[in-house]
């Protein structure tokens, strides 16, 4: 009875470190700053291996933008989304913008991986909500002013009828 034992033990410890061989999985938020950082390094072989599989086909490197800062926080489900709220700061054309969005991932053979172009809507749409939000005040403060201009003309007007 005694003599299997050793046989079953060593097989137990043979499972146990196999399993561990394969380390853990990389968390999202590993994925996404591991992306990201590959994308700040223009190494698009490399961010499209944390990429899902044809998301990223149609991306060539953007040797007109430097990224100079990633934030990455931690993960949430947003809209039934796996997200990784991230901000990224870049230079183009001389001029610096802080650009805040959530990296969509999805599993992909067991592991997790950036959904290029689902992210990309999601930057799409911060950028358009930061479009729209400027095109609003602009039109806000274009407004004010002919209202101040029409208010001084109505105002010219009826100094020149009492004269």
Not at 80 to 108: C, M
């Amino acid at each position: 009875m005694f003599k299997n034992l050793d046989k079953v033990i060593v097989f137990s410890f043979i499972l146990v470190l196999s399993a561990c061989a394969g380390g853990p999985h990389p968390t999202q938020q590993e994925v996404a700053r591991d992306f990201w950082t590959a994308m700040e390094t223009n190494d698009l072989a490399k961010a499209k291996t944390y990429a899902k599989k044809g998301t990223m086909d149609s991306v060539s490197p953007n040797n007109d933008a430097k990224m100079d800062k990633v934030e990455i926080k931690p993960s949430k489900v947003e809209n039934g989304l796996n997200v990784v709220p991230t901000t990224v700061t870049a230079t183009q054309n001389g001029e610096q913008k802080t650009t805040s969005f959530n990296t969509v991932l999805e599993q992909e053979d067991g592991e997790w991986k950036v959904d290029f172009e689902k992210t990309s809507t999601s930057i799409m749409g911060f950028s358009m909500q930061d479009m729209m939000e400027g095109m609003g005040k602009a039109m806000g403060d274009a407004m004010k002013g002919v209202g101040e201009a029409v208010g001084k003309g109505l105002s010219d007007g009826e100094k020149t009828l009492d004269q």
